[in-house]
């Protein structure tokens, strides 16, 4: 069983930084292809980014960057400039996947998901 656990979540100060970090469990890293979800209160998941197996990334906003580190069985999440529409819930998922390059940006296409780590931004 794919196991995720996210860490790096917590309070900053508008125009900040945090890093977000996907602990991967269970299964070869190298096997899946990793997103970042959030999700505001009452709403539904919002696709964040995503990283396909071989490493290509896809992220929204721009201000945010995804990469994997296979060896260390880990995804992170890097958020610059963050502004306080951005606090939310923000989860990583994973599926295994026989394409290497290939990205999944809707919710529906995971099999696996973490708790969930809070990011809250101030003004």
């Known amino acids: 069983q794919v196991r995720l656990v996210e860490s790096g979540g917590g309070l900053v100060q508008a125009g900040g930084s945090l890093s977000l970090t996907c602990e991967v469990s269970?299964?070869?890293?190298?096997?899946?292809?990793v997103g970042w979800f959030r999700q505001f209160p009452g709403k539904e998941r919002e696709f964040v980014a995503a990283?396909?197996?071989?490493g290509r990334g896809t992220y929204t906003p721009a201000r945010f960057t995804i990469s994997r580190d296979n060896a260390k069985d880990r995804v992170y999440l890097r958020m610059n400039r963050l502004q306080p529409e951005d606090t939310a819930i923000y989860s990583c998922?994973?599926?295994?996947?026989?394409?290497?390059?290939?990205?999944?940006?809707?919710?529906?296409?995971?099999?696996?998901w973490g708790q969930g780590t809070q990011v809250t931004v101030s003004a």
């Open positions: 998922a994973a599926r295994e996947t026989a394409s290497s390059a290939q990205i999944f940006q809707t919710s529906g296409e995971y099999s696996y």
């Open positions: 269970g299964r070869a890293i190298g096997l899946l292809s």
């Open positions: 990283i396909s197996r071989s």
